[in-house]
Nanobody, 125 residues
Framework: QAQLVQSGGGSVQVGGSLRLSCAAT????????MAWFRQAPGQEREGVALIYTNTGNTNTAASVRGRFTISRDNDENTVYLQMDSLKSEDTAMYYC??????????????????WGQGTQVTVSF
């Protein structure tokens, strides 16, 4: 069973950058895609970006397109989320996820099989 360990995050000012990492610590031969979701207090979990592990193709939510970039290092079994030009509305708990079959950015992330522990991102003025 895959285990996802997240790192990165923290606090930054508006306009700043952060990078999140998500390392799969177990053998994951059946993983089709990995994704990042986020959840702000009182709001539904929102899909941010996903990447297909074999092709590297990506899909990014409109709310972050042009500012966030998802990438992968298959040798290290790690997925990254580079976040630039951060806004206060990007403040949320960020989660990485791994899926074996269906890969979407639909809210809540019900398609995904494994989840990281979450990491807080706070963007302030």
């Amino acid at each position: 069973q895959a285990q996802l360990v997240q790192s990165g995050g923290g606090s930054v000012q508006v306009g700043g950058s952060l990078r999140l990492s998500c390392a799969a610590t177990a053998y994951t031969p059946a993983i089709k895609c990995m994704a990042w979701f986020r959840q702000a207090p009182g709001q539904e979990r929102e899909g941010v970006a996903l990447i297909y592990t074999n092709t590297g193709n990506t899909n990014t939510a409109a709310s972050v397109r042009g500012r966030f970039t998802i990438s992968r290092d298959n040798d290290e079994n790690t997925v990254y989320l580079q976040m630039d030009s951060l806004k206060s509305e990007d403040t949320a708990m960020y989660y990485c996820a791994a899926g074996r079959s269906v890969c979407t950015l639909r809210p809540r992330g019900d398609d995904y099989d494994y989840w990281g522990q979450g990491t807080q991102v706070t963007v302030s003025f």
